[in-house]
């Protein structure tokens, strides 16, 4: 059961940003962005790679494909919002 307290600071708009703020809250934030950065940089080096594909309902939003080397492989698709 939720209690009166945290359905209160539910409503609170600072509370909640101070939730999803991962800059303030995971104390190596900067190492793992970097990190991701680099590992990114260095698939889109080494993998055949199609970057910047405009979906045809919104120009604004983009895909990155990385097709497999193998005919009928499985796909995988990660949707990141944010």
């Not at 059961?1 to 999803?20: C, F, I, N, V």
């Amino acid at each position: 059961m939720t209690s009166k307290k945290t359905t209160s600071l539910a409503r609170d708009p600072a509370w909640l940003e101070g939730q999803y703020d991962n800059r303030r809250r995971v104390p190596a934030f900067a190492q793992h962005v970097e990190h991701w950065r680099l590992g990114s940089a260095q698939a889109r080096r080494q993998l055949a790679c199609r970057l910047d594909i405009p979906l045809p309902s919104d120009a604004t939003l983009a895909l990155d494909v990385f097709p497999a080397a193998r005919p009928h492989a499985p796909v995988l698709v990660f949707i990141h919002g944010g």
